[in-house]
């Protein structure tokens, strides 16, 4: 018969995997941006995800289990659409979006299975584990958050690829008119 405790194991073996590959590509990622902002956001996030893995360590001894890593498909293939975008938009206005998107979906993933842990380990009564678990959790919204203003704020502007030769009070005239130039 398996219980909670069997299934909370099971996924924390999961995102355990994950976690590792994340912390790897995120580098990788970074390397991608053009945007000064989005590459430091990669790089202090794939610190961020090596500190989770010792994090993770840890909740694993919470319930006096060794870590033990179990292949999170999910992740796998995310990744792998992650460096197949990177390399269709390189050299492009949309890469800086494209990294979010990419980032944004692997950060989704991991927010959906921490925050199940958390409520388990909450349920397992296991303080330790739900403290730990909350830090992670936190840390993955908050990243989530700062991609999701960076798009807002740029990237995804930067993408329409636009960037006006006029300024700003022509622009919003020559708007108006529907006749907004574009950079040669
Ligand atoms: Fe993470
Ligand atoms: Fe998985
Ligand atoms: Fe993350």
């Given at each position: 018969?398996?219980?909670?405790?069997?299934?909370?194991?099971?996924?924390?073996?999961?995102?355990?995997?994950?976690?590792?590959?994340?912390?790897?590509?995120?580098?990788?990622?970074?390397?991608?941006?053009?945007?000064?902002?989005?590459?430091?956001?990669?790089?202090?996030?794939?610190?961020?995800?090596?500190?989770?893995?010792?994090?993770?360590?840890?909740?694993?001894?919470?319930?006096?289990?060794?870590?033990?890593?179990?292949?999170?498909?999910?992740?796998?293939g995310m990744l792998k659409e992650?460096?197949?975008?990177?390399?269709?938009?390189?050299?492009?206005?949309?890469?800086?979006?494209?990294?979010?998107?990419?980032?944004?979906?692997?950060?989704?993933?991991?927010?959906?299975?921490?925050?199940?842990?958390?409520?388990?380990?909450?349920?397992?009564?296991?303080?330790?584990?739900?403290?730990?678990?909350?830090?992670?959790?936190?840390?993955?919204?908050?990243?989530?958050?700062?991609?999701t203003q960076l798009a807002r704020?740029?990237?995804?502007?930067?993408?329409?690829?636009?960037?006006c030769v006029c300024g700003e009070?022509?622009?919003?005239?020559?708007?108006?008119?529907?006749?907004?130039?574009?950079?040669?």
């Open positions: 018969m398996k219980t909670l405790k069997d299934l909370f194991l099971n996924q924390l073996a999961d995102i355990y995997d994950a976690e590792q590959r994340i912390d790897k590509a995120l580098t990788k990622l970074a390397k991608s941006a053009t945007c000064t902002e989005l590459k430091a956001a990669l790089d202090f996030h794939s610190q961020e995800s090596a500190s989770q893995v010792r994090k993770l360590v840890a909740v694993f001894q919470c319930f006096d289990t060794k870590p033990k890593a179990q292949r999170c498909e999910a992740a796998v992650a460096a197949g975008i990177v390399t269709s938009f390189k050299r492009s206005p949309a890469i800086n979006a494209a990294l979010i998107a990419a980032a944004q979906k692997v950060e989704h993933y991991e927010i959906a299975s921490y925050g199940c842990l958390h409520e388990w380990a909450q349920l397992l009564n296991n303080q330790r584990a739900v403290d730990l678990l909350q830090e992670i959790l936190d840390q993955e919204k908050a990243v989530n958050n700062q991609l704020n740029s990237s995804n502007v930067e993408a329409l690829g636009e960037s009070e022509e622009m919003a005239e020559q708007t108006q008119h529907g006749q907004h130039r574009k950079a040669a």
